[in-house]
């Protein structure tokens, strides 16, 4: 039997003002990128996240023509994206990066949503992105992952709404 070894890096308190709505966070980012290219900031996990989750609410209504946000009312919806996504993967399976791709901008969608709605803090490991609510390390990049692979049995609103518990 191997041992498996989870290299996490140290956790980092939220930073981003979640109050703004999404067309102000975008607005942020895309300021923010620009600082980034000019040497006069370096880009964080939670910036990371932020973009991805951009990402994704561009995806997901280009692709399923689905109307997402950060607020918590887009669970729903967010799960319905990925059951489509998993079973359009049934028909057709995605590239490795392809795969890769989705899962990274899901999972910035939903730290997006678990940054609105808890207090956090970001980290990554060699297995992915998460976040850390009330000291518990929740690795939100593994449970989009299965959610793509495996469907419903891997839902994700019951998923966040035990998050909200911690």
Do not use: W
């Not at 000019?38 to 990371?48: L, P, T, V, Y």
């Amino acid at each position: 039997m191997s041992d498996i070894n989870i290299q996490i890096s140290e956790a980092e308190e939220a930073v981003i003002d979640y109050t703004k709505n999404l067309e102000e966070l975008i607005a942020y980012f895309d300021e923010e990128s620009i600082n980034i290219q000019n040497g006069k900031r370096s880009a964080n996990i939670e910036f990371m996240m932020l973009g991805y989750g951009i990402d994704f609410i561009m995806f997901a209504k280009s692709v399923a023509n689905v109307d997402l946000d950060f607020e918590e009312g887009a669970v729903p919806a967010f799960d319905a994206v990925l059951e489509a996504l998993h079973k359009s993967f049934s028909n057709k399976a995605p590239t490795q990066e392809q795969f890769m791709d989705i899962a990274k901008k899901a999972t910035g969608f939903l730290c997006m949503v678990i940054a609105k709605t808890m207090s956090c803090k970001f980290f990554s490991s060699n297995v992915g992105f998460g976040v850390e609510v009330k000291s518990n390390q929740v690795f939100v990049m593994n449970r989009i992952m299965r959610r793509l692979q495996n469907g419903q049995e891997d839902e994700l609103i019951s998923y966040y709404q035990y998050l909200k518990t911690l």
